[in-house]
Each structure stands twice: as structure tokens, then as C-alpha cells.
T-cell receptor, first 112, second 112 residues
Framework: GNSVTQMEGPVTLSEEAFLTINCTYTATGYPSLFWYVQYPGEGLQLLLKATKADDKGSNKGFEATYRKETTSFHLEKGSVQVSDSAVYFC???????????FGEGTQLTVNP | NAGVTQTPKFQVLKTGQSMTLQCAQD?????MSWYRQDPGMGLRLIHY???????DQGEVPNGYNVSRSTTEDFPLRLLSAAPSQTSVYFC???????????FGSGTRLTVV
């Protein structure tokens, strides 16, 4: 079956540091890949997506590239802010259906 | 505002009690899902629906029932609550295609 593995957290960074959160997946076919973000006390929000190999999703300074050869979708940001503190979830969606499979989530804390 | 509305936001139940978590969306999305979020486990799919009158089981369906009589509503029923059902529950809807899911703000349920 499908699965998503994220780097273990929590991750603590200083403001303006570089961020990488690793995500690898196992899936049949060619799934779509997503990063969702959850701010404290809220539901999940779509951060970015990529629907095919070599696509790069980007939003709010975050980027992730769909790498089929390494089955990865790592999230990066060049300079994090305190307001980026949240839980980040990597997820995949089967091409043939509607189901989302999530990773465990990574808690990011950015200190001033 | 358009989106997914969940009620209640918080609930405490005694073991053996029953209750219904409400979920409504006003975006005319066909697909709706229920997830539970537990520490270190990401989000796991409980039940989902691909349209009115059609529901199916996800990864962790035991102890939960759903029905979908209208496009807008997708309630989740706990027939006899157990402490293992203590969790945060999220309802989500999807318009299809390459769009991401839209999540509600969640219901935090504690079973004592």
C-alpha cells in the first residue's frame, strides 16, 4: 500500500535559518504530492503541491520538487520566520482515487 | 465564508456514550472524508464518501459510522465511545482534479 515517511521532529531553528523537512513516499503509479501546514489550534491548509515528476510546487517562500527517481518531496525554505512555526505534513494522493495518505507530521518551531 | 464547518469544537464523553460529530461544506464538493489525528501518527482516514449516498471505509473505521444523505453534510457517529477514540477529528472535502483538500478546524474529543 501507499505510505509517506517524514523526518522525525521536532525541528527548532532560529529566524532566517534555512529549512529542510525530508519526505519520502511509496506508491504505485504516479501519485500527486502535497505539503499541508497546521497552525496551532487550526485545521490543515494546503501549502503547495506537485502533480508529476520534476514538478516544483511553491508558495509563501516554500518549495518542494517531485523527485520520482528518489521517491522524495522534500520541503525547503531559504529563510524561516517566527510565523512559520507550525506542523507540516507531507501527503500523497492516488491518481485513481480521492484518498490522501499522510506522513507523521513535523513540528517546526522558529525562535526570534 | 465558504469552507468546511465542524461542530462541536470540543467534547468530553464518558465511556459507552454515543455522539455525532457534524460536518458541513458549502462548496458543492462531491468528495468528503473524516480523519483522526493522533500524536506521532499523522492523520488516518476513518471513512470517506465520493458522493451523496455513497460511503466507504478508510484505514481505521472500527467504532465509527457515517452516512451521506446530502452533498453538504457528512456526520460521523460514535456508537459507544471508548478511551481509544480520544483524538482530534478533522473533516475534509475535495472538488476533484489537482486541487488540494479543504479541511475543517477540527473537533477535539476526550473519552473518559
Amino acid at each position: 500500500g501507499n505510505s509517506v515517511t517524514q523526518m522525525e521532529g521536532p525541528v527548532t531553528l532560529s529566524e532566517e535559518a534555512f529549512l529542510t523537512i525530508n519526505c519520502t513516499y511509496t506508491a504505485t503509479g504516479y501519485p500527486s504530492l502535497f505539503w499541508y501546514v497546521q497552525y496551532p489550534g487550526e485545521g490543515l491548509q494546503l501549502l503547495l503541491k506537485a502533480t508529476k515528476a520534476d514538478d516544483k510546487g511553491s508558495n509563501k517562500g516554500f518549495e518542494a520538487t517531485y523527485r520520482k527517481e528518489t521517491t522524495s518531496f522534500h520541503l525547503e525554505k531559504g529563510s524561516v520566520q517566527v510565523s512559520d512555526s507550525a506542523v507540516y505534513f507531507c501527503a500523497l494522493q492516488e491518481t485513481s482515487g480521492s484518498r490522501l495518505t499522510f506522513g507523521e507530521g513535523t513540528q517546526l518551531t522558529v525562535n526570534p | 465564508n465558504a469552507g468546511v464547518t465542524q461542530t462541536p469544537k470540543f467534547q468530553v464523553l464518558k465511556t459507552g456514550q454515543s455522539m455525532t460529530l457534524q460536518c458541513a461544506q458549502d462548496m458543492n464538493h462531491e468528495y468528503m472524508s473524516w480523519y483522526r489525528q493522533d500524536p506521532g501518527m499523522g492523520l488516518r482516514l476513518i471513512h470517506y464518501s465520493v458522493g451523496a449516498g455513497i460511503t466507504d471505509q478508510g484505514e481505521v473505521p472500527n467504532g465509527y459510522n457515517v452516512s451521506r444523505s446530502t452533498t453538504e453534510d457528512f456526520p460521523l457517529r460514535l456508537l459507544s465511545a471508548a478511551p481509544s477514540q480520544t483524538s482530534v477529528y478533522f473533516c475534509a472535502s475535495w472538488r476533484g482534479g489537482n486541487y488540494g483538500y479543504t479541511f475543517g478546524s477540527g473537533t477535539r474529543l476526550t473519552v473518559v
